[in-house]
């Protein structure tokens, strides 16, 4: 099945340094990848959708500032925590449809292992 | 708005039947998903319904109503690996998914 590789799988920075996470999709091409965040006991809230080739969509409220994303190629989106702050721990998660698996409404989300961010 | 109601906790026992209800209120709909996520690991999917009826895979069922906003997750002969969250998501008029809170499933021996 299709695979989406997350590295690194935790981090533990200072504040003020940035932090990369990649994401992968290993066995199929995704134009579109989507960063997710998830607090303690809360749910998966939708950060941005990164777009090959174009700039990212960032959801209201997410400073595209400080959540830097580059999706160079058709099978990697990388996320930048700029300036990171203890607040800005979080679990952090990407996810892609593979588009052999249907329209895009109708395919599932698969997600990589998610990066846990502590910042001290 | 856009709303996902799943109750927060349940707790059942191994071998039992456990039914994770999720009602949503949403703008437009393309399709509801069910997911199952470990502790501190990324959710996997479980389920997709786009139709009313019952969807079933194995030990686990997806049952969907669109007329009533309600969808269930039914899982049989309960184990302990099926402790767990377990996510409601919608597909909206735009195709964003609106995710549920969860559903934390605590199985008892």
């Known amino acids: 099945g299709a695979v989406v590789s997350q590295h690194p799988s935790w981090v533990i920075c200072k504040s003020g340094t940035s932090v990369k996470i990649e994401c992968r999709s290993l066995d199929f091409q995704a134009t579109t990848m989507f960063w997710y965040r998830q607090f303690p006991k809360q749910s998966l809230m939708l950060m941005a959708t990164?777009?090959?080739?174009?700039?990212?969509?960032?959801e209201q409220g997410v400073e595209k500032d400080k959540f830097l994303i580059n999706h160079a190629s058709l099978t990697l989106s990388t996320l930048t925590v700029t300036s990171a702050h203890p607040e800005d721990s979080s679990f952090y998660i990407c996810?892609?449809?593979?588009?052999?698996?249907?329209?895009?409404?109708?395919?599932?989300?698969?997600f990589g292992n998610g990066t846990r961010l502590t910042v001290t | 708005g856009q709303n996902i109601d799943q109750p927060t906790e349940m707790t059942a026992t191994e071998g039992a039947i456990v039914q994770i209800n999720c009602t949503y209120q949403?703008?437009?709909?393309?399709?509801l998903f069910w997911y199952q996520q470990h502790a501190g690991e990324a959710p996997t999917f479980l389920s997709y319904?786009?139709l009313d009826g019952l969807e079933e895979k194995g030990r686990f069922s997806s049952f969907l109503s669109r007329s009533k906003g309600y969808s269930y997750l039914l899982l049989k002969e309960l184990q302990m690996k099926d402790s767990a969250s377990y996510l409601c998501?919608?597909?909206?008029?735009?195709?964003?998914?609106?995710w549920g809170a969860g559903t934390k499933l605590i199985i008892k021996p």
């Open positions: 990164s777009n090959e080739g174009s700039k990212a969509t960032y």
């Open positions: 998501a919608v597909g909206d008029s735009n195709y964003q998914l609106i």
């Open positions: 949403t703008s437009g709909f393309n399709g």
């Open positions: 319904n786009v």
């Open positions: 996810s892609a449809r593979d588009p052999g698996q249907g329209e895009e409404f109708n395919s599932p989300l698969h």
